[in-house]
C-alpha cells in the first residue's frame, strides 16, 4: 500500500482523547478529502506538517523556535514524496542533532494539532520517537535552546498542545516505560 493510503488509514484509525485532537482529526481528514496535494506547502496554504514527540530517559526533547519564541516540539515541513514518518526523523536530526528512532513495533501517530502558523495553516502531525540520553548538539543556523525537560517542567514553558501530548504519555503508560532505559537508552 502506498505511503499516502497508510497515512490517511493511521488518521481515520487516530483515537482522540481531547477536544482539540478531535477537532484536528476532522479537519485532517477534511481536507484531505478535497485535494491529494495536503502536503505540498505551496500547493494550498492550508497543509500538513510533521512533528516529532521525542521521548526518553530525561523526559521530552524541545526546542525554543526562533520565529515563534515558544518552546515546541521538533517539526518542519514535508518535502516532496517524502512520507510524513520519514520528516519526523529528518526534522528530529536537523532540529536536535540527537539519533532518533520510531518505536519497535513502527510508526506511532501520537498527536493531532491544527494551528495558524503566520500566513498559512499547518495541520500538524505528530509521531512519537524514542530518544537515548544524550545531550543535543543542534547544528548552526538552528535553535541552540534545545532540551530535555521532565514531563512536569515541559507543562510549564511549552505551547498549548504540549499538556495533551503530556496526558497521552501519562495515560498511555509511557511515563513508566521510560524508567527502564539505561544510561546508553537501551531497554
Known amino acids: ?40 506547502r505551496y500547493a494550498d496554504p492550508r ?28 517539526g518542519g515541513h514535508i518535502d516532496n514524496g517524502e512520507s510524513p514518518w520519514d520528516c519526523v526523523i529528518r526534522e528530529a536530526k536537523e532540529e536536535t542533532g540527537l539519533t532518533v528512532i520510531h518505536p519497535s513495533n513502527g ?12 500566513d498559512h495553516y499547518h495541520l500538524d502531525i505528530r509521531y512519537l520517537l524514542l530518544g537515548q540520553d544524550t545531550e543535543p548538539t543542534p547544528p548552526p543556523g538552528e535553535s541552540q535552546e534545545v532540551e530535555w525537560f521532565q ?19 501519562t495515560q498511555s503508560g509511557l511515563a513508566n516505560y521510560l524508567t527502564q532505559f539505561d544510561s546508553d537508552g537501551q531497554r
Not at 14 to 39: S, V
Not at 51 to 67: D, E, N, Q, T, Y
Not at 110 to 117: G, R, V
Open 107 to 118: 510508526p506511532l501517530l501520537f498527536n493531532l494539532s491544527c494551528h495558524d502558523a503566520f
Open 151 to 169: 514531563f512536569e517542567d515541559a507543562l510549564k514553558i511549552a505551547d498549548e498542545v504540549i499538556p495533551d501530548v503530556i496526558f497521552r504519555i
Open 1 to 40: 500500500m502506498p505511503w499516502y493510503e497508510i497515512w490517511l488509514q493511521s488518521i481515520v484509525d487516530f483515537e482522540p482523547i481531547t477536544n482539540q485532537e478531535k477537532n484536528a482529526q476532522h479537519i485532517i481528514l477534511e481536507e484531505a478529502e478535497k485535494r491529494r496535494n495536503i502536503f505540498d
Open 47 to 74: 497543509h500538513c506538517t510533521a512533528s516529532a514527540i521525542i521521548i526518553g530517559p530525561r523526559g521530552i526533547i524541545l526546542h525554543r523556535h526562533k520565529k515563534l519564541q515558544k518552546w515546541i516540539q521538533p
